[in-house]
């Protein structure tokens, strides 16, 4: 088994998420913010300004008139995809690279996280957790950032894993925890942690596999769970692990999800991959 | 080739099913072979391969797509009176299907496997 401490420490290697963008989450989530806070917060960042500015007038929002300021910015969007956008910006650098062991080509993990990141706010805003929408977006964008480490551990176990994963019955990340002695989502966590993430952030990022049954009664995470289980079920950054992780009916059940209602999310998605895809050169 | 997501359009509001006609078995596939037949293709050497339907460890039945979109891509050719060549189902494994227009070779790889010609 790894050392867990050796695998703790590659947290460091990561490139950290600007604070800017976890000072908007906070914002955002709190119902007291106003949309001036956000707007100052962002107007003395004057990396993610720019980075903000040249995406608002790029062809892909098509403006009628060239944005200047993030004020401006704000009002010809709206707050929700100035926040995303900050937040895509903010992550990205960590999941561009072509992670070790997951099999994953180079910006698939990414591909992966923002179709998900997608997919959850859309569930949220569908299932009565618009107000945590910004928490379930970036839940859904960060909740694999594990892998971004784990993978050079994989691809030293890949074998031994892939023997319990088919021909024992394991999922993916029991797996890791067997062989490896962790999983990706306890190391989302820790990253979590060292990153100064609120505590419900962490919690989705560490139970969004919900290998801990309380965690099915949590509907945030299992918001998340249900856009990662889309993803999978449509082959969107899906790789080595496949879809090698577990099914829980009954968290469908507490949403009331009926199949139909499945394959719903899953025409939406299907639907709306292209416009997100184009998004993701941007960013 | 058609890469589908879903078995049946009824289950859809119709305007939406009607926007995406492909993203189903029961609209893609006849309008596959519609434009393949259009086109010149004679049935009898049509080789038909299938892959994918990939299933979350323990999804049940109510859910589980992959296993009904399989369900739904036999019943249609079992229909239309063509029978499949080559198949490579189920499983926890995403499939890349690759096919060379100019000389009509097919290769299926499932991720972590070396690619198979069919």
Redesign the interface.
Known sequence: MTNVDDIINGIDTLKAIPPVATQIMALAEDENSAMSDITDLISHDPSITASLLKICNSAYFGLSRKVESVRDAITLLGLDQIVELVLLNGTAENFRDEPDGYGLGEGELWHHAVLSAHVAKVLAENHGLANQKHLIFTAGLLKDIGKVIMGRFVAFSYEKINILVHSKGYSFNEAEKEIIGMNHEELGAQIGKKWRFGDKLIYIIRNHHMVDESSRNNPETALVYLADIVCMMMGFGTSLDGLAYRFYGEVLDRMNLAEKDLQNVIFDTGERRQKIEKLLNLV | MLSF??PESL??LSE?AG??PY?FADTGLPALLEALLDIGAKTENIKVVIAGG???????A??N??LKNYEAVTAFFMNNHLSIDHEDIG????RTLCLDIGSGCNFIQS??QGAVHV
């Open positions: 997501v879903l289950a859809m939406k926007r995406q993203m990939a299933q979350i460890i323990d999804q049940t109510e859910f797509i992959g499983g926890i494994s995403r991720q972590g």
